[in-house]
């Protein structure tokens, strides 16, 4: 059984466009695309940047010469623009990059995230 770890409320969420709280240990960053909260260790495995900080976009194309399935939602790094998929963490600039995620949900007007 999960346990779930209340990380701050929906209304601070929308009004930061992300939330940042120690869960198991680690920082973990929230962030909201649409009706969807994800949560993801807020360190990116390039150079330790802080995700949280970073832009949720539709991914356009892959390395120079490749292109990516349209309409891949990510969340790119804000120091080196390194992509993360929100849902699995693989790094779809190289496979050999990986942020760990946590299972997020919204309940009664607050932020859970799976510790």
């Not at 991914?59 to 390194?82: D, I, K, M, N």
Request: aromatic share 6%; hydrophobic share 40%.
């Amino acid at each position: 059984m999960k346990s779930w770890q209340d990380v701050g409320s929906v209304e601070d969420l929308e009004r930061a466009g992300r939330l940042v709280a120690r869960v198991g240990g680690r920082e973990v960053g929230v962030v909201r695309d649409g009706r969807r909260v994800y949560a993801v260790r807020n360190r990116c495995p390039h150079h330790g940047a802080p995700l949280a900080l970073g832009r949720i976009r539709v991914r356009e194309a892959g390395r120079p010469g490749e292109y990516s399935t349209p309409g891949t939602r990510v969340l790119r790094c804000p120091w080196h623009g390194w992509e993360f998929d929100l849902a699995t963490g693989a790094c779809l600039d190289d496979s050999a990059l990986r942020v760990a995620v946590y299972d997020a949900k919204v309940s009664d007007g607050r932020v859970l995230v799976a510790a």
